[in-house]
């Protein structure tokens, strides 16, 4: 797992690090640890704080983006989104394996 991380108009910690990397961390049972992930955290002019995670891997690709009072809170958000985003997809991948797998049976019978 690779992970970038970009702060604009936010001071960079080690605490936000940190947590940014802990939740990385709950994806890569989707992917096997080989994927990319960057970050992108901003303020906006009326003190919104963002969270954007953009994430690169095989089979799958995803984005999202969040908002919140709390940056913290941001990241749970975006996180929920990408794991939502991700259950999805390997739930189609799932039914169409099955649904090839049957038609295969129905096709011989």
């Not at 994806?27 to 953009?54: I, P, R, Y």
Request: proline residues 2%; charged residues 35%; positive net charge.
């Amino acid at each position: 797992m690779n992970i970038k991380i970009s702060f604009k108009h936010l001071e960079h910690t080690p605490a936000l690090d940190e947590r940014i990397r802990e939740k990385s961390e709950k994806l890569s049972k989707f992917f096997g640890g080989n994927f990319d992930v960057h970050w992108t955290c901003w303020v906006d002019e009326k003190q919104v704080q963002w969270a954007e995670m953009k994430i690169v891997g095989q089979p799958h690709d995803c984005f999202a983006k969040a908002s919140s009072d709390n940056l913290y809170k941001a990241f749970d958000l975006v996180t929920e989104k990408i794991e939502r985003q991700l259950e999805k997809q390997k739930s189609k991948m799932r039914n169409r394996v099955h649904i090839t797998e049957s038609q295969k049976y129905r096709s011989a019978g």
